[in-house]
């Protein structure tokens, strides 16, 4: 399995906290993380979903993702 980065708008713990379920969810609960401190708010996912997939559970939280 390849690592997927995307872009995103999570910005802090209370964020990550909100978009946990949606992405436990659609990619499994370790198979994801997302690096706060880079400007560019990289969600990684290593899981062999669909981006669309990955995205959709983003959106669904309330936030935005595009690929990196």
Do not use: H, R, Y
Not at 23 to 45: F, Q, R
């Amino acid at each position: 399995m390849e690592a997927i980065k995307f872009n995103t708008n999570i910005k802090c713990a209370g964020c990550i906290a909100k978009v946990t379920p949606f992405l436990n969810e659609a990619v499994g609960e370790d198979n994801w993380e997302v690096d706060i401190n880079n400007p560019s708010k990289v969600l990684t996912v290593v899981n062999d979903v669909s981006e669309e997939k990955i995205i959709e559970a983003v959106q669904k939280a309330g936030f935005k993702a595009e690929k990196a």
